[in-house]
């Protein structure tokens, strides 16, 4: 089972910053937390991940709580190519650390 | 350009007629899998492998096989395929050793309709 929960869908003005949640209660401390998003069937695409400290890079910011329980993808402004599931995983040492996709967060963004 | 590239992109096939579906990274990967996505389950993982020669079991191997004789090259191998693997599969890869936590680059994905 995912080890993050997010809710099901968002919606963003485009121009606006979208905040995208993401709860990960269980996470253990050397866990890295990672972003992806998938545009309709494409493959998923990395987007950031980070551990404790909050990171950024071209596409997104990502803040984590200091207890490391939670975290929030920031994109600064969103457009509507950023319409997309999001998904937020940590990811587990299991199968070679594989990555286990939850059902993610269905953002639009809108005119 | 850095990337994973999956062929065919689409494939019809009866039940039975063996298949592969190539995955070719040009980024000296070490780590590569494969995942399936089904509406409602989501990716799951069916193999890996850590480096040449070196494959595992994912979460839903059953009826796939997989070959790792190159680093750059991690084919899945459908033997003898049943309507209920058709499904979208997506082939990835990333770094391992020093750079464990390197992200996972996947390719755009192989829809295959058995029927």
């Known amino acids: 089972d995912a080890k993050t929960t997010q809710p099901t869908s968002m919606d963003c003005a485009e121009g606006r910053a979208a905040n995208l949640p993401c709860n990960h209660s269980t996470i253990s401390g050397n866990e890295y937390v990672y972003w992806y998003r998938q545009i309709h069937s494409q493959g998923p695409q990395y987007i950031i991940h980070g551990l404790k400290n909050n990171e950024t890079n071209e596409m997104a910011s990502l803040i984590i709580t200091e207890d490391r329980k939670s975290s929030t993808l920031i994109l600064p402004h969103a457009t509507l190519r950023d319409t997309a599931v999001y998904y937020c995983i940590v990811r587990v040492e299991d199968q070679g650390g594989k990555l286990i996709f939850g059902q993610g967060t269905e953002l639009s963004v809108k005119p | 350009e850095a990337q994973v590239t999956q062929n065919p992109r689409y494939l019809i096939t009866v039940t039975g007629k063996k298949l592969t579906v190539t995955c070719s990274q040009n980024m000296n990967h070490e780590y590569m899998s494969w995942y399936r996505q089904d509406p409602g389950l989501g990716l799951r993982q069916i193999y890996y492998s850590m480096n040449v020669e070196v494959t595992d079991k994912g979460d839903v191997p059953e009826g796939y096989k997989v070959s790792r004789k190159e680093k750059r090259n991690f084919p899945l191998i459908l033997e003898s395929p049943s309507p209920n693997q058709t499904s979208l599969y997506f082939c990835?890869?990333?770094?391992?050793?020093?750079?464990?936590?390197?992200?996972?680059?996947f390719g755009n994905g192989t829809r295959l309709t058995v029927t």
């Open positions: 990835a890869s990333r770094l391992t050793g020093a750079r464990y936590n390197s992200p996972l680059h």
